[in-house]
């Protein structure tokens, strides 16, 4: 089992930046991949990105390529979202997710329970 807890969402101004953090515990988080997910009001749940166990490969949706950037600290069980030039489409709940292999699914093995992000323009 892996327990999965967001912090670092909150309101910021169109190309503003933010970062997620998202710790998380149980025996695996060193061997499983990580990555965020997020679903904005009255649409379906996206992929955001993802990281590798070894954080050696990450895969990226096409809308935040170039803006975010997902890495890994496995020493602090924790992931990171680091989201720059911020749009009001990116305004979404945020989910931290975990799952045994690399992945672009929106449905993994394991997610939390999510964070706000809101980007005024």
């Known amino acids: 089992q892996v327990q999965l807890v967001e912090s670092g969402g909150g309101l910021v101004q169109a190309g503003g930046s933010l970062r997620l953090s998202c710790a998380a515990s149980?025996?695996?988080?060193?061997?499983?991949?990580m990555g965020w997910l997020r679903q904005a009001p009255g649409k379906e749940r996206e992929f955001v990105a993802a990281?590798?166990?070894?954080?050696?490969?990450?895969y990226y949706a096409d809308s935040v390529k170039g803006r975010f950037t997902i890495s890994r600290d496995n020493a602090k069980n924790t992931v990171y979202l680091q989201m720059n030039s911020l749009k009001p489409e990116d305004t979404a709940v945020y989910y931290c997710?975990?799952?045994?292999?690399?992945?672009?699914?929106?449905?993994?093995?394991?997610w939390g329970q999510g964070t706000q992000v809101t980007v005024s323009s």
């Open positions: 997710a975990a799952n045994r292999v690399i992945f672009t699914t929106t449905r993994p093995d394991y």
């Open positions: 149980g025996r695996t988080f060193g061997r499983v991949a």
């Open positions: 990281i590798s166990w070894s954080g050696g490969t990450t």
